[in-house]
């Protein structure tokens, strides 16, 4: 259902990969919404694949963010043809594949890094560059994409977990700062589990999936359309007077300790 809940703002979406991705609904989502969306892919080569199975997009440019280059070239981009960015999404992250099935103590510290650097600290580096060039309008919307495993132990989640930590600290310290600056407001969007490239790549990714609808408190399977439309609450006015908010979009899982199977199981043996 369109609302015109984003009509006359320009949004920037950062990290579509394909179809799956969170980045495209959200994309799709901000458009329906009346929104005119940009997009930045990791590589060139994504630029034509994304093109097309995403025709909507107003301009689509290469940018991967562990290039502070391709970050400023960017900025430079979006200052020269689009001028002022309202929403900034950031939908992407990344962890060599082998150390998500290490404990974190022996991962080295230049894989570490490399998924900081990527998955975190690109989010502070990327609005800096933003804000320098004159692209971020007074009243903007910064939105990144994170997870639970940045404020709690989830098995298989090691490097990212600290990433999501370091993330969700950039969104209350930009929150802080940039509120008093130019009234930028900024989230993290905490979501559940969603069948995507990065996602498979996380052990035991699978059976967390299955079991999804039986441990949440809606009981349903969580869809990028889901985790999409809460960054469009966030990025309209109707969440103005919040800012600097985990939110979690994961069909309330989030709010238990333990599932109702687990329970009952426990109180039979104690039986
Ligand atoms: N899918 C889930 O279950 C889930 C749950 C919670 C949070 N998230 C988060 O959602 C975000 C989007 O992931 P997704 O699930 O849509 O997976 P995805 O694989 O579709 O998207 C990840 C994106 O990161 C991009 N990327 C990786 N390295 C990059 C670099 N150096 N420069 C630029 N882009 C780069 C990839 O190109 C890709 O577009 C991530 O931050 C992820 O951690 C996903």
Redesign the pocket.
């Known amino acids: 259902m369109n609302n015109g809940l984003l009509k006359d703002k320009v949004a920037l979406v950062?990290?579509?990969?394909?179809e799956?991705?969170?980045?495209?609904a959200i994309a799709q989502a901000f458009a329906r919404e009346g929104a005119r969306v940009i997009a930045?892919?990791?590589?060139p080569e994504?630029v034509d694949r994304v093109k097309k199975s995403h025709p909507f997009l107003e301009a689509l440019w290469s940018?991967?963010?562990?290039i502070s280059d391709q970050i400023e070239a960017l900025a430079s981009n979006l200052a020269l043809t689009v001028g002022k960015v309202n929403i900034v999404v950031?939908?992407?992250?990344?962890a060599q594949r082998e150390s998500l099935k290490m404990p974190l103590h022996e991962i080295s510290a230049e894989v570490l890094l490399e998924a900081l650097n990527?998955?975190a600290v690109?989010f502070p580096v990327l609005t800096g560059e933003l804000l320098r060039q004159g692209v971020l309008s007074e009243g903007c919307v910064l939105e990144?994409?994170?997870?639970a495993g940045g404020e709690r132990y989830v098995p298989g989640y090691a490097p990212?977990g600290i990433c999501?930590a370091a993330l969700n600290a950039s969104v209350w310290t930009m929150a802080n700062e940039l509120g008093p600056l130019i009234g930028a407001r900024v989230y993290g969007i905490?979501?559940?589990?969603?069948?995507?490239?990065?996602?498979r790549a996380v052990p035991n990714?699978p059976a967390l999936l299955k079991m999804f609808p039986s441990l949440c408190a809606l009981r349903q399977e969580l869809k990028?359309e889901h985790v999409a439309n809460v960054t469009v609450m966030l990025a309209s006015y109707l969440s103005e007077g919040m800012t600097g908010n985990i939110i979690d979009a994961d069909m309330g899982l989030s709010t238990r300790l333990v599932s109702d199977s687990s329970q009952a199981a426990e109180a039979k043996s104690s039986e």
Not at 20 to 24: L, M, T, V
Not at 40 to 43: G, S
């Open positions: 950062l990290g579509i990969a394909n799956r991705s969170i980045g495209s930045a892919v990791q590589t994504l940018c991967d963010v562990s950031h939908s992407l992250a990344f990527i998955s690109s990144t994409l994170t997870y990212m999501k905490a979501a559940g589990p969603i069948s995507t490239m990065s996602a990714f990028p």
